[in-house]
């Protein structure tokens, strides 16, 4: 039998993550490559959120430009992924096994959170993904639980890639130089989240708002933290696998869970 496949949570920072001379593209251009080749990938994307889980069942999925001003060549980009409408059904049969409330949706393409680091990671767009959608209203342990159903699709050569930020707080991202160093207050969350994750302390993790040193601050609104639960909880033991910050306030971490 094949070995478990880790579990990930990437930080995707802006398109522009795909053209930006920054550390993270070049961790993410290797990171597939480093890794068992799956079958498939689940993505959760802070991108796509909802009342209730919904995972696309789109045979062959557009792509999504959910993004404003940015340069043009990002809109020319392609990513010719195909989807996988059976993986689809196993993740919402999973979940109702565990008595979560979730559906399909037989439109949605990939949005920005799936497309941008998967066409760095696996850049031949071979690998089918489905996109699973985050709940921003029910919180770190819901996503827990998301987590902890489809820990199976581990043992079946499936990547479960959460895709979201481990800082975000875009109020304060105007203004800022590309490579310009973080604030106190968002190292001091991303030492927290850091030390965290490697100590396998999950209750602070899920008390993240009360525990995390100036957590609001960081996460003014919670969609780009959530992914990270799902990964934790489909996962073991967690490590660091990638440190760097983009326009000071954006921390790119990217974890693994085994």
Known sequence: MKPALPTLFISHGAPTLLIDPVPTRDFLATLGADMPRPQGIVCISAHWTTRAPLTTHTAQPDLIYDFGGFP???YRMTYPAPGNPSLA?????????????TG??????????????LKLMYPHADIPVVQLSVQPHLGPAHHA???AALRPLREEGVLILASGSA????????GRALDAPPPQYVKEFDDWLCRAVEADDRDSLLEYRD???NALANHPTPEHF????????????????HRAFTYGVISMGAFAWE
Do not use: K, S, Y
């Open 72 to 74: 043009d060549e990002l």
């Open 89 to 101: 059904e196993r993740v919402t049969q999973l979940l109702e096994n565990r008595g979560i409330e």
């Open 104 to 117: 399909r949706d037989m439109a949605r393409g990939l949005d920005h959170g799936a497309w941008v680091p």
């Open 145 to 147: 639980a998301i987590g």
């Open 167 to 174: 800082t975000h707080n875009l109020r304060d991202f105007f």
């Open 211 to 213: 525990r995390g040193p």
């Open 226 to 241: 959530l992914p990270l639960f799902v990964a934790m909880g489909a996962g073991g033991q967690g490590r660091v696998l």
